[in-house]
């Protein structure tokens, strides 16, 4: 028997059980691996509260990890056991001592990655690479709005734009986070939780504003963060942390400057394993490289899943959270 955290209902963090399942063997195309280390997205929460529906229940949660690989489907050819591995994609299920999934969704990791680090930033480095490198091509010298700077995204963020010549004016709700997100490169912050946002980037750009807004808060941001972009510039909607945006009239868009607007994901970038690949270079690069520093700033045993999602959700941490098996 092996352990995973399971739910069975959406609900607050006490759905979430910590039980004993029989271990999956891989089927064909599917490796199955041993986690050191496994990561807290916020997505995670909304998957556990039913923003996000699991396809079936019971279900497991979770969708990024690292560890070693333990058993190897058939026709697997990029993978062995004992290789030392990460994800951020595929089924349900991180949140387990033994995950098993499709080996494409699975990457080896460079001597230089140790399981932690890779636990704290496989999804969150990648998704920062499609933001800064795809969905718009940053390309030095741009101004960009970017919420919730001190969190996991948002601590990979301020170094990836810094390391780009981009200025980076980060969203925090403390002045704890504002220094944080100032020491990772960030050009300037805003508390949103005190100061009038569009009236601080209007000061901070002399009246320029943004070339691309990344909101991930949601709700309580979306009309906000319109209100920050230049004339015809991108508003990149990636994130639900107060609530999903619902109900936009795509009208405010003319309204504001003839706007455009994207809702990517992760899973919309990495969709080939070509793809996938090349986000993983570019990011383990940016890691080698010295530029990105990963701040594994909490971890907490797997068995208290529940009580780390509450601090996430809670916003009381900074940085990345992983959860050890
Ligand atoms: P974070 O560590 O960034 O935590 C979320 C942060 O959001 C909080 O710390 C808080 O920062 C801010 N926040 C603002 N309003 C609220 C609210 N009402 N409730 C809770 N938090 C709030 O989490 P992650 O790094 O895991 O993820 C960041 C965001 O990126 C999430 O929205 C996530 O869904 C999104 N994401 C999207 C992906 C995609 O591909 N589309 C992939 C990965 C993540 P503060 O206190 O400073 O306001």
Redesign the pocket.
Known sequence: MAKRIEFSKTGDSDVLEWVDVEPVAPSAGEVRIANKAVG????DI?VRTGLYPAPSMPSGLGTEGAGVVDSVGEGVTHLKVGDRVAYAQGPLGAYAELHTLPASKVVKLPDFIDFDTAAASM??GL?VQ?LLRQTYELKGGETILF????????SIACQWAKALGVKLIG????QE?ADLAMANGAWATIN??KENVVERVRELTNGEMCDVVYD???K??WETSLDCLKPRALMVS??????PVEGVNIGILNQKGALFVTR??????ADTRERLEMMCQDFFAMIESGKLKIDVANRYPLKEAGNAQDA????K?????ILLP
Do not use: M
Request: net charge positive.
């Open positions: 807290l997205n916020f997505i909304y999804l969150k998704t499609y919420h919730a700077a001190a969190g996991g995204v948002g969203t925090v709700s403390s986070k949103y939780t991930s808060v949601g309580d941001t990636f994130g639900n942390a107060s609530g990517p994901s992760l899973n919309g970038y996430l959700q809670s916003r941490t900074t940085g990345s959270t």
